[in-house]
């Protein structure tokens, strides 16, 4: 069945460090891809999406770009803030809406 | 725009006992989804309406969960009895449509459940 994977964490990072966090993805066709960030005590929000192949999704400096050949979407930032320190999700749509996510990889970043 | 909303924020009740959860989606969105979220892992989810009718209820079980969404708008999820595995949070989430085009879904802040 599908299924998303993303690298363990927790990840910390200094600030205005380069972020980098893996998801890979299984699927039948080419479902949408998206990241959702849960801040501490907040709902999940969505981070970025994309659509199709070679599609790159962005959003408050964050990106990801949709690789077939690889089933990947790595999500990545040129300097992270103390801000961002949340737990973050990538996931597939499949046709009906659903969405399966990976198992989160928390990011903290230290001033 | 108000958010998805959802009632109560936190439940703590005895195994074997019976909860109940309330969602209220985004006006005038037809799609509503239930997720379960275990600590530690990714919403996993439970069930899926098309206004009042169910798309995909396939990883619900249905020996102890039940969710109904009435006049295609508010939903209840209910657990009865709960066991201890049972623990977690319950998001609920609602999107325009269900299709390809129409995918952004918008999640309410969750109920925390603790069964002991």
């Known amino acids: 069945g599908d299924s998303v994977t993303q690298m363990e964490g927790p990840v910390t990072l200094s600030e205005e460090a380069f972020l980098t966090i893996n998801c890979t993805y299984t699927?039948?066709?080419?479902?949408?891809l998206f990241w959702y960030v849960q801040y501490p005590g907040e709902g999940l929000q969505l981070l970025l999406k994309?659509?199709?192949?070679?599609d790159k999704g962005s959003n408050k400096g964050f990106e990801a770009t949709y690789r077939k050949e690889t089933t990947s979407f790595h999500l990545e930032k040129g300097s992270v803030q103390v801000s961002d320190s949340a737990v973050y999700f990538c996931?597939?749509?499949?046709?009906?809406?659903?969405?399966?996510f990976g198992q989160g990889t928390t990011l903290q970043v230290k001033p | 725009e108000a958010g998805v909303a959802q009632s109560p924020r936190y439940k703590i009740i005895e195994k074997r006992q019976s909860v109940a959860f309330w969602c209220n989606p985004i006006?005038?969105?037809?799609?509503l989804y239930w997720y379960q979220q275990i600590l530690g892992q990714g919403p996993k989810l439970l069930i899926q309406?098309?206004?009042?009718?169910?798309?995909?209820d396939s990883q619900l079980p249905k020996d102890r969960f039940s969710a109904e969404r009435l006049k295609g708008v508010d939903s209840t999820l209910k657990i009865q009895p709960a066991k201890l595995e049972d623990s977690a949070v319950y998001l609920c989430?609602?999107?325009?449509?269900?299709?390809?085009?129409?995918?952004?879904?918008?999640f309410g802040p969750g109920t925390r459940l603790l069964v002991l």
């Open positions: 699927a039948t066709g080419y479902p949408s």
């Open positions: 994309a659509t199709k192949a070679d």
């Open positions: 006006s005038g969105h037809a799609t």
């Open positions: 989430a609602s999107s325009l449509f269900g299709r390809e085009g129409q995918e952004t879904q918008y």
């Open positions: 996931a597939l749509r499949r046709n009906t809406g659903k969405l399966i």
């Open positions: 309406f098309q206004n009042n009718g169910v798309v995909d």
